[in-house]
């Protein structure tokens, strides 16, 4: 009996001692998988977003100038015109060189009895509106007129030619204040025709359309 108690017990001294020294513990349980999808990002690994373009930008970048006028009128009947088109004309005032028309003159006459003559025979060629125009020097400077449309001021210029004079056309400027029209032109919206724009008896010719100028320019 004794020796039969001495096996039981030595049997659970072996079974208590590979359980909690020798066999391998059970393996902890696996770690849940991380749901499908996007992780967590960092900062820095993120991909920029493109810079969304405001307005206010995209207007800048269409903006046109229109001008310049040397009569206020014409400056706002363009502004209507461009109203008409559903658009918002800002007019502006500043200092610059009008072109006035092609001038039709006789220069270097000698003296004022040298320009009456030449004047006289004008007239007598049917040219009735030449004039001498006045003059510091000595020499005269005679107009045979000044004319918005070139054909017309070469027809002068054939006139005077014809009677045996020596006539010329140059450009007639001045400097003063003129006024710009401002406006934003963004894509499918357009300006009307330039022929539209122009004042009425044809006072402006030479319409310019530029990029607006920078605030700080």
Same mark, same amino acid.
Request: hydrophobic share 45%; net charge neutral.
């Given at each position: 009996? !004794? #020796? ?17 020294? $020798? ?74 060189? $009008? ?6 003159? #006789? ?10 003559? $030449? #004047? ?29 449309? !070139? %054909? !017309? ?19 007639? &400027? ?6 710009? #029209?401002? $406006? ?11 022929? !539209?724009? %122009?004042? &009425? ?17």
């Amino acid at each position: 009996m !004794r #020796i039969a108690f001495a096996l039981l017990l030595l049997a659970n001294i072996a079974w208590y001692g590979w359980t909690h020294w $020798v066999a391998p513990p059970d393996e902890a349980p696996a770690t849940a998988a991380a749901p499908a999808g996007r992780g967590l990002q960092l900062a820095r690994e993120a991909t920029p977003s493109k810079p969304t373009v405001t307005a206010a930008a995209q207007a800048a970048n269409h903006c046109l100038s229109l001008g310049p006028f040397n009569d206020l009128t014409d400056a706002a009947r363009a502004s209507t015109l461009l109203r008409e088109n559903e658009l918002e004309p800002r007019q502006r005032a500043g200092e610059g060189v $009008v072109w006035k028309g092609y001038w039709v003159t #006789i220069e270097g006459v000698p003296d004022r009895a040298a320009a009456n003559a $030449v #004047i006289e025979r004008l007239r007598r060629a049917g040219v009735a509106d030449a004039y001498a125009m006045p003059a510091d020097g000595k020499e005269v400077t005679i107009s045979l007129g000044l004319f918005s449309e !070139r %054909q !017309r001021a070469l027809r002068r210029l054939d006139d005077a030619k014809a009677v045996g004079l020596a006539p010329r056309i140059v450009d007639r &400027e001045r400097t003063g204040t003129v006024y710009w #029209i401002d $406006v934003d032109v963004v894509p499918p919206a357009e300006l009307p025709d330039a022929a !539209r724009l %122009q004042g &009425e008896g044809g006072r402006i010719l030479r319409l310019e359309v530029k990029p607006c100028e920078s605030p700080g320019g």
